[in-house]
């Protein structure tokens, strides 16, 4: 093998090994973003209602929930192609335990249960979807989508 070929090895292993890295470089998940006092604007996953309070959200790649107070007109607003049923039962959906990213708020269990609302559901086979709900009795709307 003569050195020209030597060097042209090398130059294509350095850039295969290169790309390699700077592809699982740029390939890492973000970490998480999360708010226990957020404005509507800093959910950059779902278009809240302008004039939404209390907002609360985790944001990850595969996991993100949003809890907000707002009118039920405004709610509606924000998912104008959502078929919602009124709730046939009682639900529980997270209400607090945002605002650490390295303690996500389905570990704290902050949790409140509600019978009368608006309610959907649409789960996959990998357990992966979308759960939204709104809540009449505290005008609370919750959006919580998982990758699986």
């Known amino acids: 093998m003569t050195q020209k070929h030597q060097f042209l090895i090398a ?19 973000p970490p998480p973003t999360t708010s226990a006092s957020a404005r509507p604007l800093d959910v950059a996953f779902l278009t809240l209602p302008t004039h939404a309070t209390s907002v609360r959200y985790w944001d990850h790649w595969h996991d993100r ?3 907000f107070e707002s009118s ?7 998912f104008p192609a959502i078929p919602f049923a009124e709730m046939a ?4 959906y997270l209400v607090g ?4 990213p390295s303690n996500p708020p ?4 902050m949790t409140a249960e ?7 559901e649409k789960i996959a086979d990998n357990g992966g979807g979308e759960t939204i709900l709104y809540d ?5 709307g919750f959006y919580k989508y998982a990758a699986w």
């Open 72 to 78: 039920e007109a405004d709610f509606r607003a924000v």
């Open 11 to 29: 130059v294509i292993l350095l850039s295969a090994i290169g790309a390699f890295f700077l592809f699982v470089g740029r390939s890492e998940k």
């Open 114 to 120: 509600t019978s009368s609302g608006l309610f959907y």
């Open 106 to 109: 389905w570990q704290q269990s």
């Open 136 to 140: 009449r009795a505290t005008n609370t």
């Open 65 to 67: 929930i949003a809890v």
């Open 89 to 92: 039962e009682r639900k529980t």
């Open 97 to 100: 335990g945002f605002g650490n």
